[in-house]
């Protein structure tokens, strides 16, 4: 099956992954209508119809894109949606300026060398590419959300400020799902490393790891069975034994 097609996977009640090009986006599914958490990379733009027809829906029952942040694999298809189809696109406004400027990020070393010191991560980052990683357009109209909001979307998540990734890096927790979308403040694979495991994304992509491993201590506190993050495979041992194994990792 070609990556553009990639199938969907219910990850929990009515959440359901669809993955492509080593990036998870999650469609929230509640009653008839969808809210889409992430936007993946321009190639999500062909797999979307796709699953959102496997789920027995179209693309006018998408209410509404919610993004953990706004690095370039996570506002691929963003501003598309937003154009072409009308879609309210939500985001803290701590990273409003990064969604405006995809490839303008902070981060604490330099990515050049992971290509040699982790030639393990050269397929994923390959296929990220080939998904439009380095195409990406600038996203400059978003609805801001605030920490401990409940958003007024399918699912009606609560938004909770998880800076250090990003400036404005939320997490997204249904607490009567028991399910918390971490983004990329938690993955289970590094896409520059290509460790698996619940950790912090590798120097190379996050603004402040200290700051990061801070957000940490936030997360274990919300309670919740799944955790879904932006890269690796979702995680079913609790928000605290994640971030526990999360903090006992290096940060390359």
Request: glycine residues 8%.
């Amino acid at each position: 099956m070609a990556r553009d097609r990639a199938p969907v996977t219910e990850v929990a009640d009515g959440v359901h992954r669809l993955a492509t090009h080593h990036v998870s986006c999650y469609l929230v599914v509640d009653g008839d209508e969808v809210t889409l958490v992430d936007a993946g990379l321009p190639a999500t733009w062909k797999a979307l119809p796709a699953a959102l027809a496997s789920l027995g829906r179209r693309f006018q029952d998408l209410r509404a894109v919610v993004l953990t942040h706004a690095h370039f694999d996570h506002i691929g298809i963003a501003e598309r949606l937003r154009r072409e189809k009308g879609v309210v696109v939500h985001l803290h406004p701590e990273d409003a300026w990064l969604a405006a400027h995809p490839y303008r990020y902070r981060h604490e070393r330099a990515r050049p060398p992971y290509l040699v010191q982790h030639p393990r991560a050269l397929p994923g980052l390959t296929s990220m590419v080939a998904g439009g990683a380095l195409r990406v357009p600038p996203l400059h109209h978003t609805r801001p959300i605030a920490d401990r909001e409940v958003l007024e979307v399918p699912g009606r998540p609560v938004v909770h400020h998880t800076p250090g990734h990003t400036d404005g890096h939320c997490v997204l927790h249904l607490p009567e799902r028991s399910v918390l979308l971490t983004g990329d403040a938690l993955v289970t694979t590094d896409p520059y490393t290509a460790r698996r495991g619940p950790q912090l994304v590798a120097r190379a992509a996050t603004a402040s790891v200290s700051t990061a491993r801070e957000s940490l201590g936030r997360i274990r506190a919300l309670e919740a069975d799944v955790l879904l993050p932006g890269h690796g495979d979702p995680f079913t041992g609790g928000t605290a034994r994640a971030v526990d194994e999360a903090l006992a990792q290096p940060v390359q």
